[in-house]
């Protein structure tokens, strides 16, 4: 009797004990759970902040361009930091080189602006090349009648690319055309020019005499109201012309 009570008390204390260190492996347990979750979360808190520091901290690109046409890159922060400025001078596309033989002739046409002394060739939407011009002596003013050595203003069609004896190669526009006439009637009208005044024609692009060059680098407006170019330009130029289809715009 006395051994059985033994064993039950012996039984007991064996019980208690492995029950004691259950509750303390799951104590141990949680608590550990427990500092894993509080880490996991001060980790991500910690990544999160590194997140928005960097994204704070991160340049991006504004782009604009200066008063000579160069791309301009500014890196800025979002916090509103400058971090740098890079002027990145783009070639000019004056007397840019192209193969003519490559170029469907469909697909041309000309930009003239007087003011800028330039002519634009276009080429599917995009300048080709751009070529040095000058023009009439009232270079900003629209023709208004024969005579007055000035340069219309309004969109031609080419209708004839031709060697000249003097003026190296002569390209015809089909001035006066319905807007040189609405225009003429106009001035008439205002009487800005006489009754009995003409119309005019035989306005083109054609090149200068020999050696003349420098004329058009210094801007020098010298002809009856055509467009003017250096002959190297102007002999490249009607390698690309369809007579009857290009068109060519002449802005002030």
Partial sequence: MHLKKLSLLVLFLWVSTQVFCQRRQADSLRLKQMQFNLKQKEEAKQKKEQEVKESNAKAFVVVSYDSKGNKVETFKSNNGERVTTTT???????????????????????????????????????????????????????????????????????????????????????????????????CKMNREIPESARIGGAVGIHGIWPNGDNVIDLKHNWTDGCVALKNKDVEELAKIIKPGVTKITILR
């Fill in 88 to 186: 990145i001078k783009l070639p000019s596309p004056l007397n840019k080189k192209f193969d003519a033989d490559t170029i469907d002739k469909d697909s041309v046409s000309i930009k003239v602006v007087k003011s800028k002394f330039r002519m634009s060739v276009m080429y599917k939407g995009k300048v080709l090349t751009m070529y040095k011009s000058v023009f009439g002596p009232y270079h900003l003013l629209q023709k208004q009648q024969e005579g007055d050595r000035r340069t219309p203003e309004g969109t031609f069609t080419i209708l004839d690319v031709k060697k000249h004896d003097k003026w190296d190669i002569f390209m015809l526009l089909d001035y006066p055309n319905q807007e040189s006439y609405m225009n003429f009637e106009k």
